[in-house]
T-cell receptor
């Protein structure tokens, strides 16, 4: 079945450092790909998405490019802030439109 | 403001008791979902419903039950048959537009069973 594997954390960075969180997927056909963010004690919020190969999703300085050849959707940000500290989830919605599959989540802590 | 409301935020129960978690949405979404979140395991699907009066089991439905009598509401009952019920439960909804539609989440209910 469809699945998502993402980089294990936790990740600790200093403010203004570059961020990359790796995400790879296994799916039949052409899934849509998502990144969600979860702040402490809250539900998940959509951060960005891409629905076809070579699409780039972007929001709040974060970017991710849908790479079909490497089945990847890595999350990147050029300069992180303390307020970016959260748990990040990669997810896919595939041929079975009824479901969304999530990675295990990566906790990011940004120190001033 | 449109959104998903889960209540209560924290819930405590004794072992052997059934408990019902509330989820209400005013987004006019057709599909609703229940996920369970445990540390280091991501989100696992319990049940989902695409239309009123219809629902399907997810990956970990054993020990849980749901109903979908209204479009806006999708309550989850954690029964005494659920062997390890302590977890963070997330309700979500989605416009019925297929794979491109993102999920919208509530703020979760943290259930502790002792």
């Amino acid at each position: 079945g469809d699945s998502v594997t993402q980089m294990e954390g936790p990740v600790t960075l200093s403010e203004e450092a570059c961020l990359t969180i790796n995400c790879t997927y296994t799916a039949t056909g052409y899934p849509s790909l998502f990144w969600y963010v979860q702040y402490p004690g809250e539900g998940l919020q959509l951060l960005l998405k891409a629905t076809k190969a070579d699409d780039k999703g972007s929001n709040k300085g974060f970017e991710a490019t849908y790479r079909k050849e490497t089945t990847s959707f890595h999350l990147e940000k050029g300069s992180v802030q303390v307020s970016d500290s959260a748990v990040y989830f990669c997810a896919l919605s595939g041929r079975d439109n009824n479901d969304m599959r999530f990675g295990a989540g990566t906790r990011l802590t940004v120190k001033p | 403001d449109g959104g998903i409301t889960q209540s209560p935020k924290y819930l405590f129960r004794k072992e052997g008791q059934n408990v019902t978690l509330s989820c209400e949405q005013n987004l006019n979404h057709d599909a609703m979902y229940w996920y369970r979140q445990d540390p280091g395991q991501g989100l696992r699907l319990i049940y989902y419903s695409q239309i009123v009066n219809d629902f399907q089991k997810g990956d970990i439905a054993e020990g849980y039950s749901v109903s979908r009598e209204k479009k806006e509401s999708f309550p989850l009952t954690v029964t005494s048959a659920q062997k390890n019920p302590t977890a963070f439960y997330l309700c979500a909804s989605r416009w019925g537009g297929g794979r491109n539609s993102p999920l919208h989440f509530g703020n979760g209910t943290r259930l502790t069973v002792t």
